[in-house]
């Protein structure tokens, strides 16, 4: 059994990165690029939990998560408006989270090491579930003034190029995002 802190070595002695250590330094590659975009608010608010035992690919199962439960509030909401205030209510930070889902999975793509795989995942599940347009639907509805938020003054995306705008209260600019896989 290896000592703690003390890894496979390579022939050239050099040490050899475990498929966990891999995953888990991928996400924090991920999450600084987050923090950089967004703030250091961002990786405390989405609760991502990444557990490296299961490999890379589920880096992006924290995100789709959240995606679900936003999109399953917005259904609840636009079907029974009723019990819409009750559920706005109780859902905290949605732009922020929203934000933060976003400029994940953009930049889980456009990793150097991942990006590939993380696109054609979801381009696979955009095939089941149409994850660009659950993604608009749920911005065009949380995005609105009605959802005061702390960090994210709006978050916006385009009809037909899926290009998400998010503009934070402390930044005169927009950062932009687009859904391109």
């Known amino acids: ?15 050899v990165e475990s498929p966990q250590e891999k995953a888990q330094r991928i996400f924090k ?11 250091s ?26 995606i679900t439960f936003f999109y399953g509030a917005y259904k609840i909401c636009s079907e029974k408006p009723e019990q819409a205030t009750k559920i ?11 934000a933060v889902c976003v400029a994940f999975l953009c930049h889980a793509c456009s990793h150097q090491e991942v990006g590939a795989a993380v ?23 949380f995005g609105g003034e009605e959802f005061n938020d702390p960090n994210v003054e709006s978050i916006t995306i385009d009809d037909n190029s899926y290009k998400v705008v998010i503009k934070l209260k402390f930044l005169s600019k927009g950062t932009k995002y687009s859904l391109d896989w």
């Open 1 to 15: 059994m290896p000592f703690f802190g003390k890894g496979p070595k390579s022939p050239e002695g050099e040490k």
């Open 29 to 39: 590659e991920i999450m600084n690029k987050v923090k950089n975009d967004l703030g």
């Open 41 to 66: 608010w961002a990786e405390g608010l989405l609760l991502l939990k990444h557990d490296a035992k299961y490999g890379i690919m589920t880096l992006i199962d924290g995100a789709l998560q959240r």
């Open 88 to 98: 706005v209510e109780n859902l905290g930070v949605p732009k922020s989270e929203i």
């Open 119 to 141: 696109k054609r995942d979801l381009s696979e599940r955009q095939g089941r579930q149409d994850l660009k347009s659950i993604i608009k639907s749920i911005i065009d509805f």
